[in-house]
């Protein structure tokens, strides 16, 4: 076989690629992996706020459902790597993990590059090649090989493994380059929209929140009389509007609407019941809330500050809990891919068979991970969706 001929070669040096390329070097196959920035796994080492969510502390039916009616399609590639496995792999690797309340699995030292660096080690163990700077200019098949072009030479290969990623945090390399690789090979691709993403409301007196988290506050979005999603979580205001987690989750709601700007946004403050005492409102308020939300809160009312919550009329009382139970925000739309966690759309599921990641349309050819049409929750879901994803993948490929 000459240099430029391979079993396998993965294209995209993501989390999802890493874990292919490694499975299929280790399954026997002369494995190359392609990515077309200088460092691989770039995504990995911006994740988690540098310290990368790898993955939760949950069952794999867990995983399934947080992911939806998709969520099916991980059915295969969980029983290949499970979350226990996942967390051995690491583990095996020398990162310790650790649990933490919100059930999030990181590594004990807080260090994203520690879980690249046992990637990139099992990866260099495994025999895998790997190619940095070298982008993919053309993917073509003919007659059961692919072939495929780069900048300065030209491969080709019996299996092909499709881990380009999606459109979010472009700066990192994942620009939808796999898209049109799979659509040229006739897949249809769901449109891509940024998921896991902040949410811009138009509301001036949010800016004078920035930097005030909340932690448990309910969040929906409404398109007038229909909730279209609705979560519990920690929320953080900032300058443009909201992000933390519940925000995030909610964004995709955002995002996959025709028209954001005719969304609204409906935040419980509180989500346990509001006690009056005879104290001032303002100090029954700050005793579950922050006192800049409680200001707030206090304006929007049309209330002084320091109104004793006995001195209330009924309909102050009304405004005030209407405010705190359904505080209303319109919506302008998100920040968009530049600063999306995740990327919702992609190769349609029902043309990748779930049993081994292949497509249904192309033999040989294996997409996986976030170029898919798999998106779901903030907590380390969509890490295990690629880790496991990018195994199955692997394997498959290695036995052909």
Request: charged share 20%; with cysteine.
């Amino acid at each position: 076989m000459s240099d430029d001929a391979w079993d396998v070669i993965v294209i995209g040096a993501g989390a999802c690629g890493l874990m292919a390329a490694i499975r299929a070097a280790e399954g026997g196959a002369r494995t190359l992996l392609l990515e077309k920035n200088r460092k691989p796994g770039v995504k990995i080492l911006m994740s988690g706020g540098t310290r990368c969510n790898i993955t939760h502390a949950i069952d794999n039916r867990g995983i399934v459902e947080a992911f939806g009616p998709s969520g099916r399609f991980l059915h295969s590639a969980l029983a290949a790597l499970s979350v226990d496995d996942t967390v051995h792999f690491f583990e095996a690797e020398g990162v310790a993990t650790k649990v933490e309340e919100t059930g999030k699995i990181f590594p004990v030292s807080n260090k994203a590059i520690d879980v690249l660096n046992a990637l990139l080690n099992r990866l260099h163990r495994s025999g895998a090649t790997l190619s940095l700077a070298e982008p993919v200019l053309d993917l073509r098949q003919s007659d059961g090989v692919f072939t495929i072009t780069t900048p300065g030479r030209t491969l080709s290969a019996r299996q092909v493994i499709l881990t380009t990623g999606g459109q979010s945090y472009p700066g990192s390399g994942t620009t939808g380059d796999g898209y049109a690789f799979a659509a040229r090979f006739g897949h249809i691709i769901v449109a891509p929209r940024p998921a896991l993403v902040p949410i811009r409301v138009n509301a001036p007196w949010v800016a004078g929140l920035r930097g005030v988290t909340l932690p448990d506050v309910g969040l929906r979005v409404r398109d007038g009389e229909t909730v279209l999603m609705a979560h519990r979580g920690s929320l953080l205001f900032a300058h443009f509007g909201l992000s933390g987690p519940v925000a995030l989750d909610l964004s995709r709601a955002i995002s996959g609407h025709p028209r954001p700007g005719d969304l609204t946004l409906e935040i419980d403050l509180l989500p346990a019941t509001i006690e009056a005492a005879k104290k001032q409102l303002a100090v029954v308020l700050a005793s579950r809330l922050p006192r800049s939300v409680c200001d707030i809160l206090l304006t929007l009312a049309g209330l002084p500050a320091d109104r004793r919550a006995a001195g209330l009329s009924k309909e102050d009382r009304r405004r005030l809990t209407r405010l705190i139970k359904n505080l209303s925000l319109p919506v302008i739309g998100t920040l968009g891919f530049e600063k999306a966690e995740v990327t919702a759309g992609g190769v349609a599921l029902d043309e990748v068979d779930s049993r081994n990641i292949r497509s249904k349309l192309v033999p040989n050819l294996f997409i996986a991970g976030e170029v898919l049409d798999l998106d779901g929750p903030i907590g380390g879901y969509n890490f295990q969706s690629a880790w496991s994803t990018g195994w199955l993948a692997g394997m498959k490929a290695a036995e052909r």
